[in-house]
């Protein structure tokens, strides 16, 4: 399958990055993906706008054309951010969900609803979300910052992790402070959300206070974590993202 014709509003993704004009925030025309081999193409409801997983890398792109990461849309706060994380995480999806879960068979896109149907038993499979909780602990008028060894590591900014299955949100911010740092924290209030197409997060931001605990880091995740000063941050997440309104004090 290959693109053909021009779609008006298409975004056109490889490899989690979206394809837009050189210098600008706008995505590309369907026609800059002539010539690539279409891996997926669909039209993201209720939008209406289709969404094209291409072949090859970003290592080029067409003339007056760039790639760019999705969180440079969060970050810049342009108006095309959601609908770009929802085209996302929705090719996200769907790459790892050609196949039932039930049967094997494979599933194809149902007519009316944003969803997957097995050709053979008739499994219905809609787009997963994953939540996951971000907290700014907080004590003695400071706030705590951590590196992580997997995630930017160059970056401070506020724990965070999946929740697991059976636990409250609020229950899954205390158990993941404390794996992480060792800490205790009293009442865990919620401060905002934000989706997040890497694949398929939900984030649930929330404020904790410090209770009692020394710093006692989880080696294979944080490889730093110190008491911050509001007025004496270090590099944190830019602008856009729920991580940076968390240590702002935004939300």
């Not at 994380?85 to 090719?91: I, K, P, S």
């Amino acid at each position: 399958m290959t693109v053909k014709g021009e779609v008006s509003g298409a975004l056109l993704f490889c490899d989690g990055q979206l394809l837009v004009r050189a210098g600008t925030l706008e995505p590309a025309g369907e026609e800059a993906g002539s010539g690539r081999e279409a891996l997926d193409s669909f039209v993201v409801r209720p939008q209406g706008v289709r969404a094209v997983a291409l072949s090859g890398t970003t290592d080029d792109a067409p003339a007056g054309h760039e790639w760019l990461r999705v969180r440079r849309l969060i970050a810049d706060e342009s108006p095309r951010a959601a609908l770009a994380c929802r085209a996302l995480g929705l090719l996200n999806w769907r790459a790892a969900h050609a196949y039932c879960g039930v049967c094997g068979e494979p599933l194809e896109d149902h007519p009316v609803e944003m969803a997957r149907r097995c050709t053979a038993c008739g499994h219905m499979a809609y787009p997963a979300i994953s939540p996951a909780v971000i907290v700014r602990v907080e004590k003695e008028e400071k706030i705590l910052l951590a590196r992580h060894v997997q995630r930017i590591p160059d970056l401070y900014t506020c724990l965070a992790g999946y929740l697991e299955v059976g636990e409250s949100a609020e229950e899954g911010v205390r158990r993941e402070v404390r794996e992480e740092t060792g800490l205790e924290v009293g009442d865990v209030v919620y401060a905002g959300s934000q989706p997040w197409p890497y694949p398929n997060q939900l984030m649930l931001a929330f404020k904790a206070r410090w209770v009692s605990g020394e710093l006692a880091l989880q080696a294979d995740e944080i490889a730093e974590a110190r008491w911050f000063d509001p007025a004496d941050l270090p590099a944190i997440p830019p602008p856009g993202s729920v991580a940076y309104r968390l240590i702002r004090g935004l939300i």
